[in-house]
T-cell receptor, first 114, second 111 residues
Framework: SQQGEEDPQALSIQEGENATMNCSYK?????LQWYRQNSGRGLVHLIL?????REKHSGRLRVTLDTSKKSSSLLITASRAADTASYFC??????????????FGQGTTLQVKP | EAGVAQSPRYKIIEKRQSVAFWCNPI?????LYWYQQILGQGPKLLIQ????????DSQLPKDRFSAERLKGVDSTLKIQPAKLEDSAVYLC?????????FGPGTRLTVL
């Protein structure tokens, strides 16, 4: 079953603006990952944050994790038209830490207008 | 380094027909996954292999779906017979650590 729920389902912004996507999950996790999927393509790994981390940065990406609220957010700063894609959060529960089984959310569709 | 390869990229079949998908993971990756992604949803794990052994197939509809990874390298996923609700993108991924690397997927349409 899908564990993550993402919010919003769709987001439309202008180029140069920041985009924030949120993810909530249900069970205790080992780590949480964010993936990007361009239309008609496979998923690309963006960033991984472990359960003992609170914030992580990678280029224009900033991920936060609040394990007490079972939630995470992905911030894309200074967005570009090329950031238009669907973004998925995926969790590895503590019960699957040895297998690395990912449970994906429904995704957020981001449109960045030039 | 070459990525995960999948074929075919697109397949259209009639319901009750059979279909097979092929995946070649990144060289050296012991773990291979097959996911089903229905339009508008996130990917759902169907089966996970560690080398040529099955680690998790709890969400694989075993009455019609089968998968194998005989030599611990490439893998095939088969649907027999297909149903309308099997229309989806089938994604293969491989990993040697925490990060999964995905192939481009096979888009299956069942008419």
């Amino acid at each position: 079953s899908q564990q993550g729920e993402e919010d919003p389902q769709a987001l439309s912004i202008q180029e140069g603006e920041n985009a924030t996507m949120n993810c909530s999950y249900k069970t205790s996790i080992n780590n949480l990952q964010w993936y990007r999927q361009n239309s008609g393509r496979g998923l690309v790994h963006l960033i991984l944050i472990r359960s003992n981390e609170r914030e992580k940065h990678s280029g224009r990406l900033r991920v936060t994790l609040d394990t007490s609220k079972k939630s995470s957010s992905l911030l894309i700063t200074a967005s570009r038209a090329a950031d238009t894609a669907s973004y998925f959060c995926a969790t590895v529960s503590i019960y699957s830490s040895n297998t690395g089984k990912l449970i994906f959310g429904q995704g957020t569709t981001l449109q960045v207008k030039p | 380094e070459a990525g995960v390869a999948q074929s075919p990229r697109y397949k259209i079949i009639e319901k009750r027909q059979s279909v097979a998908f092929w995946c070649n993971p990144i060289s050296g990756h012991a773990t291979l996954y097959w996911y089903q992604q229905i339009l508008g949803q996130g990917p759902k794990l169907l089966i996970q292999f560690q080398n040529n052994g099955v680690v998790d197939d709890s969400q694989l509809p075993k009455d019609r779906f089968s998968a194998e990874r005989l030599k611990g390298v490439d893998s095939t996923l088969k649907i027999q017979p297909a149903k309308l609700e099997d229309s989806a993108v089938y994604l293969c991924a491989s990993t040697s650590g925490d990060t999964q690397y995905f192939g481009p997927g096979t888009r299956l349409t069942v008419l």
